[in-house]
């Protein structure tokens, strides 16, 4: 599967259950072993086990292989391996103790906003959607600048 189409896929799942804070790095030019990490936030553990499940399901549905999963008797942090993409799904406490963006996000990945059910199919379709390079924080999508 292509990694846009992954990442895409996997986004789309932890938004589909309210995840926080949610962050994609590319890492393919620090380890062989997967091309990104996706960080996002829960609120509780029933959450966090919520939202692994969202993203197990929704990587399934689209063709996508689960390698494994980890946490999910306790639920503080899940981690689920699709192979290409790892997705840590913590909740706050431990995000900020173990800042894995410290370690992982020295590029992240601008993602445009899907907006609307149609548009996130659309993007995820889409060949030029993702950016590898830049930080999404620094720089708003249009989307963002039209918000505000």
Known sequence: MDIRKLQRLIVDALEDVKAQDIK???TSHLTALFDRVIIAS???NRQTKALAASVR???KAGGGDIVSME???VGEWVLVDTGDAIV???QPALRQYYNLEEIWGEKPVRLKAAG???GAKASAEADDDEEDD???AATPSPARR???
């Open 116 to 118: 609307t059910r149609a």
């Open 24 to 26: 994609v790095f590319n």
């Open 57 to 59: 399901d929704k990587v």
């Open 88 to 90: 840590h799904i913590m």
């Open 71 to 73: 946490g999910e008797d």
């Open 42 to 44: 829960g609120t509780s």
């Open 146 to 148: 039209k918000a505000r």
């Open 134 to 136: 830049g930080d999404a």
